[in-house]
Structure formats: structure tokens, C-alpha cells
């Protein structure tokens, strides 16, 4: 990474062939625009990203607008014209391996897989083939199943491919936040009165 590029007691120069890609008017395409998808549909906005989104219902036409989310009904379509593609969904039978080898042969060859749900949304097998192959550019994963991987994993060895230790919600303050809205949940039930942050089954 650049930051190790910087601090290794190797680095003599820095190269001027080390470029990133653009993400300013990219193509951001999210799968899953739940409040979480939502949000990061608000940030992408900042970097006037085109943002395509992949959902089981679709959003109300005020929302789209506010963040500039073209609804894509079929997942096909998001990932062959996605630059990137951000899964954000809840791990279920439905979404297990979602993303496989025909899904990952969809998206360009210059296209990101970023995952910040759950590890088993994607099979590992076909993204390392995928990977591997130059099927697309690159991965980011803050989640990956098991976690962490088997240090012989050959995810953990390829280089195009950042994978992150689950610390997405991982500030303190976020987590502080997490616990108190547990707690007025457990105090809700205690007192049988309507839980806040109530999952209903759809």
C-alpha cells in the first residue's frame, strides 16, 4: 500500500506510475439501498458519481431525486455498467452467494467489487478465480467469511485485493451508539412497550 511504500526504510524514490482510478463521475452501482445503501448514495453524490441501485422494492421517486439513484429492477443491468459495485445487504438465504462466478463475468473488466455486508454475499471461490483472472480490476472487502480467513487463504495473496477486519462501524462512538440503542430496546421489551429498532421477518 502507499502508506507502507512511504514508511519502508526500502523506499529510495517515489515512483510517478502508481495511479488509482477516478471515482468523480464514476459509475457506483449499490446493491441493497437499505438506510445504509441510502447513505452511502449521499456520499457518493458529493463525488458526482452516476449511482445505479439494486433493491427488492424500489424507493420512493423523492429519494432517488435527492441523491440522483436510478433504480435498476434487475441486477444484471447494475453490474455491467457499474465502475463499482457496493454490496449492501442482509445476509439470507436469498442473498447467500449472490454474487458468483456468472454475476462477476457481468461486470467490466475495469469494475471494483467493494462488500461491506456480510462475507458469505459473495462466493470466495469464484472472486479469487475472478481476481486471479482479470475477470474485473479489483476487490475491497471489510467482511469475508470466515473471518478472519485461514492465513493460507489465496485471497489473502493476490494483489489486487484489499481486504479490511470488519471495523466499518468500528469508531467509538459508533459503538457506543450501538449499545445504547440495544439497551432502550431491551428496556422497551422490559416494559412491554413498542420496540424501537424492532426486525420484522419481510
Known sequence: SGCQIAVSPDTKYFAVDWLGVEVTRATLGIIGMGSIGYKVAQRARA???RILYHNRNR???EEEESVGAHYCEKMEDLLQQSDFVMLVVNLTPETRK?????ELG???PTATLINISRGAVIDQDALVEALQNKVIRAAALDVTYPEPLPRDHPLLKLNNIIITPHIGTATVQAIHMM???AISNMLAVL???PIPSEVLPK
Open 47 to 49: 463525488f458526482n458519481m
Open 59 to 61: 424507493r420512493r421517486k
Open 98 to 102: 449472490l454474487i458468483g462466478k456468472k
Open 106 to 108: 457481468l461486470m467490466k
Open 179 to 181: 449499545a445504547e440503542e
Open 191 to 193: 416494559n412491554g412497550q
